[in-house]
T-cell receptor, first 115, second 109 residues
Framework: GAVVSQHPSRVICKSGTSVKIECRSL??????MFWYRQFPKKSLMLMAT?????????EQGVEKDKFLINHASLTLSTLTVTSAHPEDSSFYIC???????????FGPGTRLTVL | GIQVEQSPPDLILQEGANSTLRCNFS?????LQWFHQNPWGQLINLFY???GTKQNGRLSATTVATERYSLLYISSSQTTDSGVYFC???????????FGKGTHLIIQP
């Protein structure tokens, strides 16, 4: 149990395009999901908290108009990188917080490359 | 926010050796998790341990919340244990996690 899927696993796009990443909790409910970003050989940085049915909250320094988050159901959150630029290239990882005990489970990540 | 320090940053061991990874954090926490990140980037949950001691096979963990540290023990290391180990606490149970810089573990055959 406690599986989180994330799609796509890898995406390459041209500068100026938008990219949507989906995060799903497959076998548990997650009122809250989180989005993290990881640069090569670095730690994970929390970008935003996604709450089902309400607006996301963003960490300091993260542009909410650049990284649009929607949490439409108890099992699905999406992150849209709008007008992507090469500096947005990174490894994006979502997590889902299991409602019954607050433990977080992570998706396999999405590697975004913007040309 | 919480400051998280992990030590050692790098560790190279022979197969069969035991190791202790340490995580110090700067504030009181209601959640603390240990993860193993495999070479493909997947974070694998090892322990959810805001306090106390837990064991799972060759791995065990202890968190002493009042002294703001957690330890991860790996016994009888195997080459498949190689990878990066992260400690990640949060102040609130429903908050996002703050990750340390990790311990990069290499187990040599």
């Amino acid at each position: 149990g406690a599986v989180v899927s994330q799609h796509p696993s890898r995406v390459i796009c041209k500068s100026g395009t938008s990219v949507k990443i989906e995060c799903r909790s497959l076998d548990f409910q997650a009122t809250t999901m989180f989005w993290y970003r990881q640069f090569p050989k670095k730690s994970l940085m929390l970008m935003a908290t996604s709450n089902e049915g309400s607006k996301a909250t963003y960490e300091q320094g993260v542009e909410k108009d650049k990284f649009l988050i929607n949490h439409a159901s108890l099992t699905l959150s999406t992150l849209t990188v709008t007008s992507a630029h090469p500096e947005d290239s990174s490894f994006y990882i979502c997590s889902a917080r299991r409602d019954r005990d607050n433990e977080q489970f992570f998706g396999p990540g999405t590697r975004l490359t913007v040309l | 926010g919480i400051q998280v320090e992990q030590s050692p940053p790098d560790l190279i061991l022979q197969e069969g050796a035991n190791s202790t990874l340490r995580c110090n954090f700067s504030d009181s926490v209601n959640n603390l998790q240990w993860f193993h990140q495999n070479p493909w980037g997947q974070l694998i949950n090892l322990f959810y341990i805001p306090s106390g001691t837990k064991q799972n096979g060759r791995l065990s963990a202890t968190t002493v919340a009042t002294e703001r540290y957690s330890l991860l023990y790996i016994s009888s290391s195997q080459t498949t244990d190689s990878g990066v180990y992260f400690c990640a606490p949060s102040k609130g149970g429903a908050d996002g996690l703050t990750f340390g810089k990790g311990t990069h573990l290499i187990i040599q055959p």
